[in-house]
């Protein structure tokens, strides 16, 4: 029995700088993909329930297409495809083209869920709101700012945070499109020192760090936020 | 009697084409249609444009010649690159589909035992499964076992890409199956399983008389989106180098014929098509569970994310 080797966690604390600075490019790819996420994905709800069809059909197409390919195939064509071949994105700092590369793809493609959820959040939104605002003659875009989407986007926080959650994990897919962050420092430390259980519980625990008080906090903030009907 | 029968008389053959009202917006007016119209045309010409210039980046580099499409000509290459990858992928997505059925029934139930070191055990597992990434599960499921096995001087055979991925995806799909398979048998309503055990049935009786065959129908449409998750999932054996269809029907066909647009089209054309029938099925599921009067249970949506407390307000 060689139990010292199973259980040693000198790798995680000796390379705790390279983890650290792993994560921290996970919570910066976050935070950017998040935003641009809920930006698309908004525009894209808008256009959805808009009185121009041809408007509605292209919402349709892309969140039918990017929410049906899966992710590893969309940052691949990324890195494969904006990149390699296309030349788009290039940036001396390779890691920077990277970093925007896997920007690109996880938010284009959560903003299709972000779509989704808030759709299903205008749905829950009374007749009677969107038929007041129209009587009191706001346009559609005005009746969908000030009247709908604000009622919408209190009853989905909390699948808004759902889908939110699903992107943080869904970084460590961002080594495909060239982007190093956790995952990749994880494969790269198992290269080199072994799978061992150590390392993959201090990632685990670093990746729960990062999803559970965001769960947390999505709970909260729906419960607070909750439309009183 | 003759043969030309009597017709009702006709309505008029071309009704005025009515756009659809919604409850956001009136039926367009002369001067709404006029607007929709330059939106319209507006959307079209920025999305040209989008498109010209990609189809004038892609002319340029030669990505959009005839010959990229040579090789689909040839079966073989549909047999040992497509075919090959898409085998594959439906055989990791089945296997572990099953698994994780397998393991949500039993951790699910597990999380409703009536023993606290039954109840919590399961539910730490689920937890920790949904809240860390499906690709350092395979990165660990790849790595981890020989190393362990060395630990106590054994060695096995190095795992194969089929085990790892197969391995994460039923970790994770089957945690939140176990989710879905505890909130499926908790909107049974409370005097169902109040009457069976007043009934004189066992605990054992009352799940599986009661709870289950109703719970069946409203967890089913959830179980089913879930197969979709697990099916695009599997796409990251492309990562462990799994030949699957994304790695052998799209990164191994450009990699030999240089075809990038072609092949992404053609893999992504499988990938939303299969992704689409599964999503229509669960929709056709709900719609068939929603009439259902032989069920008192209320539909299953997809669980919150682990950290969030179920019984937030899902849309």
């Known amino acids: 029995m060689n139990l010292h080797n199973l259980l040693d966690f000198a790798p995680v604390f000796d390379n705790m700088g390279k983890i650290l600075s792993g994560f921290w490019a996970t919570v910066r790819l976050s935070a950017a993909a998040g935003l641009f996420a809920m930006i698309i994905g908004t525009a894209v709800a808008g256009m959805r329930v808009s009185p121009v069809p041809v408007l509605r059909a292209a919402g349709t197409l892309y969140v039918n297409v990017f929410r049906n390919t899966p992710l590893t195939l969309i940052l691949l064509f990324c890195g494969l495809g904006l990149r390699d071949t296309l030349g788009l994105w290039t940036h001396a700092d390779a890691s920077l083209s990277g970093y925007w590369l896997a920007v690109l793809g996880l938010s284009v493609y959560t903003g299709a869920f972000i779509c989704e959820s808030l759709r299903a959040g205008i749905n829950t939104v009374p007749l009677g709101q969107a038929e007041a605002a129209r009587s009191i003659g706001l346009t559609f875009p005005q009746s969908l700012r000030l009247v709908v989407l604000p009622q919408a986007f209190r009853t989905v926080i909390a699948p808004l945070g759902s889908v939110l959650i699903a992107m943080i994990k869904n970084t460590s897919v961002a080594l495909v499109a060239g982007s190093l962050e956790a995952a990749a420092v994880m494969k790269q430390m198992f290269d080199d020192v072994g799978g061992t259980i150590p390392i993959f519980i201090g990632f685990a625990a670093g990746y729960m760090i990062l999803t559970l008080p965001t769960g947390y906090f999505f709970g909260w903030l729906a419960k607070r936020m909750a439309v009183t009907r | ?315």
């Open chain 2, 1 to 315: 009697m003759t043969t030309t029968a009597q017709k009702p008389p006709q309505a008029p053959t071309r009704r005025p084409r009515k756009d659809k009202a919604s409850v956001l917006f009136d039926v367009p007016g002369p001067r709404a249609k006029r607007r929709n119209w330059l939106l319209t045309l507006l959307f079209s010409l920025v999305f040209l444009a989008v498109i010209g210039l990609l189809v004038w980046k892609l002319a340029q580099k030669h990505q959009l010649d005839g010959r990229l499409w040579k090789p689909y000509t040839d079966a073989e290459v549909w047999q040992n690159y497509v075919w090959h990858g898409l085998w594959n992928t439906l055989k990791a997505t089945i296997v572990a589909a099953i698994l994780a059925l397998a393991f949500g029934v039993v951790f699910g139930l597990a999380r409703l035992s009536d023993h606290r070191w039954v109840r919590v055990p399961a539910g730490a597992v689920v937890e920790f499964f949904r809240a860390i990434p499906v690709l350092i599960m395979m990165f660990f499921a790849l790595a981890g076992p020989p190393i362990i096995a060395d630990a106590f001087n054994r060695v096995i055979s190095p795992v194969s890409g089929f085990e790892a991925v197969v391995a994460g995806l039923t970790l994770y799909n089957g945690s939140v199956l176990a989710e879905i398979i505890r909130a499926g048998i908790n909107s049974v309503p409370k005097g169902q399983w109040e009457a069976g055990y007043s009934i004189g049935l066992r605990k054992g009786g009352v799940m599986l008389r009661i709870l289950v065959p109703q719970a069946v129908t409203a967890m089913m449409p959830a179980i089913v989106s879930q197969l979709v998750v697990l099916l695009k999932d599997s796409a990251l054996g492309y990562i462990i180098a799994y030949e699957d269809l994304l790695n052998s029907g799209f990164y191994q066909v450009k990699g030999k014929f240089g075809n990038l647009i072609p092949a992404a089209i053609v893999v992504t054309v499988v990938y939303v098509a299969m992704n689409m029938m599964l999503g229509y099925f669960a929709n056709w599921l709900e719609r068939r569970s929603r009439r259902n009067r032989r069920s008192s249970a209320k539909i299953v949506n997809a669980p919150p994310a682990a950290g969030m407390e179920s019984g937030v307000p899902a849309a």
